[in-house]
C-alpha cells in the first residue's frame, strides 16, 4: 500500500481559476469548510484520458452546493473545461478526479454568509477501488450500526462532506473487524447503500435496488439500472429490509470508485457472484471505455 501523502505528489491541482504546484495547493487552518463542513465534492474516473459522465457530475457538484446555499462562482462549462485541463496537466490516462468547494475564512462562526466560495479540482492516477482478486471472490460487508439520516435531518441529496462522517466511521469499524466495507441501513431500518457505493440484490433474476429517498441516487446507479434494462433484466427500485437478504442470489455495489463491485456476504447474509455480476461488470466496463452507448 502507498502511504505517502496525498499532500506531497508532484502535478498540479486547479485551484480558483488556475493550475497550481500540488503542493501550494493549501488552505489556512480557520476555513469555514473544515470547522463547519460547508464543503462539497465530486469523484469522478478517467477512462483512457475521458472523465466519465462528466457533465452529471459537474451539475450534482453545483447542485449539492446550492442544497447547501451557496453558489459555486464558476458556471457549469467553466468547470468542466477546468476538469479537462487538470486531467491533461497530469498526464492521466486513466484515474481519479476530486473538486471540491467549500466555504473560506472571512467569517468564523457557524454563520458564513459572506464567506468566499472556493473551488479546487484534484485528479490522480488510480487504478480499480477494490483489488481485482478481492472483485471476483466479492467483497464482505458488516451491517453499520449508523443508520443513513432522514432528509429532514441533514440535506441528503447534497454530496455534502458531512454526510461521511459516519460513513468513516462505519468503515473504520467493518475495516477493524476484516471486513471490505460496511452496509447502512436507513433511520427507518431500511437496506440504503454502502458507505461509498450504491446497493443491488439478484433475485429470479431481477435486480432490486432500494429507493433513494435519502440517500445518493448514484450516477453509476442510473447507468447500470440502463444496462440491465437493456439487457431485458428487470430492475425493481423499492422498499428492502435486512431480514429479506436471505432470499437474494447475488449481491452487488455500484459507484464511481467501486465501479460494480461483487459482494460474497453481509454479516451472516452469503452471496454467490454469478451470471448478472459477471454480465453488468462487463456492460460497465464496455460503457466507461466507449465501446457501447452510454
Ligand atoms: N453513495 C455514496 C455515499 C457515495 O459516496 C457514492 C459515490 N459518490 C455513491 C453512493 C455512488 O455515487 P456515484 O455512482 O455517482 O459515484
Request: glycine share 8%; proline share 4%; charged share 25%.
Amino acid at each position: 500500500m502507498d502511504t505517502s501523502s496525498f499532500a506531497d505528489r508532484d502535478g498540479f491541482i486547479w485551484f480558483n481559476g488556475k493550475l497550481v504546484p500540488w503542493r501550494d495547493a493549501n488552505i489556512h487552518v480557520l476555513t469555514h469548510g473544515l470547522h463547519y463542513a460547508s464543503s462539497v465534492f465530486e469523484g469522478e474516473r478517467v477512462y483512457e484520458g475521458e472523465i466519465f459522465k462528466l457533465t452529471e457530475h459537474t451539475d450534482r457538484l453545483i447542485n449539492s452546493a446550492r442544497i447547501l446555499g451557496f453558489k459555486i462562482e464558476q458556471s457549469a462549462e467553466e468547470i468542466n473545461q477546468a476538469s479537462r485541463e487538470t486531467v491533461i496537466a497530469n498526464n492521466i490516462v486513466d484515474g481519479y478526479v476530486r473538486p471540491v468547494a467549500w466555504r473560506g475564512s472571512e467569517m468564523m462562526g457557524v454563520s458564513a454568509q459572506n464567506n468566499k466560495i472556493n473551488l479546487a479540482i484534484a485528479a490522480w492516477v488510480w487504478p480499480s477501488y477494490f483489488s481485482p482478486e478481492a472483485r471476483m471472490k466479492g467483497i464482505r460487508l458488516k451491517l453499520s450500526p449508523w443508520k443513513r439520516p432522514s432528509p429532514e435531518t441533514i440535506p441528503t441529496q447534497s454530496k455534502a462532506a458531512g454526510l461521511y462522517m459516519i460513513c468513516t466511521l462505519s468503515k473504520h469499524e467493518a475495516e477493524q473487524e476484516g471486513f471490505d466495507d460496511a452496509v447502512m441501513l436507513d433511520y427507518r431500518g431500511r437496506v440504503a447503500e454502502a458507505t461509498g457505493a450504491n446497493i443491488f440484490f439478484v433475485k429470479d433474476g431481477a435486480l432490486h435496488t432500494p429507493t433513494p429517498d435519502c440517500f445518493l441516487d448514484g450516477i453509476t446507479r442510473r447507468t447500470v439500472i440502463d444496462l440491465a434494462k437493456a439487457r431485458g433484466i428487470e430492475v425493481i427500485e423499492r422498499v428492502i429490509m435486512p431480514d429479506e437478504m436471505g432470499s437474494f442470489t447475488e449481491c452487488f455495489l455500484t459507484g464511481t470508485a467501486a465501479e460494480v463491485t461483487p459482494v460474497s456476504s453481509i454479516d451472516t447474509y452469503q452471496f454467490a457472484p454469478g451470471l448478472i455480476c459477471q454480465q453488468l461488470i462487463g456492460d460497465y466496463e464496455s460503457c466507461v471505455r466507449r465501446k457501447v452507448a452510454a
